[in-house]
């Protein structure tokens, strides 16, 4: 080995679920493009469906990860536990410099805790967001993981005020801009030249799109089904295209014994016919942390079924309201959108397609110059 490559800073970058796949493409590329990085790839394995995992990796052109921990699903202790278990062992024979986690899902939680265990820091990409909703899996995950990392990257404004409040040294902060947006803006015009609204037999402009998944509406029998009517009223006004999440899939079949909603139901999307979907969208409907961001973006209005968000820069600056679960407050908010009255708009600072660039300028600077 040459004495260059011996002095290169080696990280080890985790993902494990759906919406980390699009925040860790941008500084896997960024790493490998740059000399002096050694990066290498775990899949914790938490998700693992050709739907949910594989067309992600096709889609942003991400390398086979170098190591999949397999974990698979499960509940959330014993989930957490064996990506734990077996990332220690991975940390214990690699050894890098740093380990790298992104957003708030259990594979994030439990690489983090398995690194600081060994002594080796972590930088938390999406750091300082926080929905303050401890029943939210998500809110524990983020939680627990900013207070042992090392590098808080942060997305937006709210969170340097979060992670400030909670006592974290300014000097761990780095507010850095939204490495998901750095994916958008890559692949947006790649994903513009899909056919996927007319394949789906959508008009441009006059179609919705609906995504659910999160434990507090599809866990439950009642609210779920109190959604999907007000979603089905809305199908009957404007077309609303739901590709549904495999957890939904499941509460479909076990809690409303197979009664599927009366709307234009799809498998789950990869990454480029979904962005190709939401950007000739009239509106969204969500309950995804990710899309809301997206849709700021893209400058498509965006109802969140959720009673808060953990991204309210999305809500100041972006086209993002949060509706909650109330039937009322989501009709209204849908009239004013098809009656032309959206609120615009802007983008927030930094979401501007070189978060990574500046996510790993930090790390080289703080880990260029070790012994
Ligand atoms: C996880 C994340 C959530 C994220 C979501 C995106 C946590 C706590 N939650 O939730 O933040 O927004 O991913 O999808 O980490 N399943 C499959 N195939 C797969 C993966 C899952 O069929 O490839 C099914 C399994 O039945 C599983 C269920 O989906 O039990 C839920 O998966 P899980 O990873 O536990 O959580 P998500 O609800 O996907």
Redesign the pocket.
């Known amino acids: 080995m040459s004495s260059r490559a011996s002095r290169a800073i080696r990280i080890l970058a985790v993902a494990?679920?759906?919406?980390n796949f699009m925040k860790i493409a941008p500084l896997l590329h960024e790493m490998r493009e740059r000399d002096g990085f050694e990066a290498t790839l775990v899949h914790t394995g938490?998700?693992?469906?050709a739907?949910?995992?594989d067309s992600f990796f096709r889609d942003l052109g991400i390398p086979e990860p170098d190591l999949n921990l397999g974990v698979?699903?499960?509940r959330?202790g014993a989930?957490t536990a064996q990506v734990l278990d077996k990332m220690e062992e991975v940390l214990l024979e690699r050894r890098p410099d740093a380990v790298l986690v992104v957003?708030?899902?259990?594979?994030?939680l439990a690489a983090t805790l398995a690194a600081v265990k060994l002594g080796i820091p972590v930088g938390h990409v999406e750091a300082g967001l926080r929905s303050f909703d401890r029943a939210m899996?998500?809110e524990i995950?983020r939680l627990m993981t900013d207070v042992v990392s090392d590098w808080l990257f942060v997305t937006e404004p709210s969170g340097v005020e979060n992670l400030t409040r909670e006592g974290v040294a300014r000097d761990k902060i780095h507010l850095v801009g939204n490495v998901m947006i750095d994916t958008l803006k890559a692949h947006l015009a790649r994903a513009r030249e899909l056919d996927t609204p007319a394949r789906l037999g959508l008009e441009a402009g006059a179609y919705a799109v609906l995504t659910l998944?999160?434990?507090s509406n599809v866990d439950d029998p009642e609210q779920l089904r109190g959604l999907f009517g007000v979603l089905e009223e809305i199908h009957a006004r404007v077309p609303v295209v739901f590709p549904v999440?495999?957890?939904t899939r499941?509460s479909i079949a076990n809690l409303l014994e197979g009664e599927a909603p009366r709307l234009h139901l799809v498998d789950p999307l990869g990454y480029l016919e979904f962005l190709r979907l939401m950007a000739d969208a009239r509106f969204v409907l969500t309950d995804?942390?990710?899309i809301q961001e997206e849709t700021t973006v893209l400058g498509i209005p965006c109802l969140t079924l959720r009673q808060n968000t953990e991204r309210p820069v999305t809500v100041t600056e972006g086209t993002n309201v949060i509706v909650g679960t109330d039937p009322a407050t989501i009709r209204a908010e849908v009239d004013k959108i098809l009656s032309g009255k959206a609120r615009p708009g802007s983008v927030p600072q930094g979401w501007d397609g070189a978060a990574a660039a500046r996510i790993v300028d930090v790390l080289e600077r703080s880990l260029g110059s070790r012994p």
Do not use: K
């Open positions: 494990g679920a759906r919406p938490q998700h693992y469906d739907a949910m995992s698979g699903s499960g959330h989930q957003g708030d899902v259990n594979s994030t899996p998500e995950n998944h999160r434990p999440h495999p957890r499941a995804s942390g990710g």
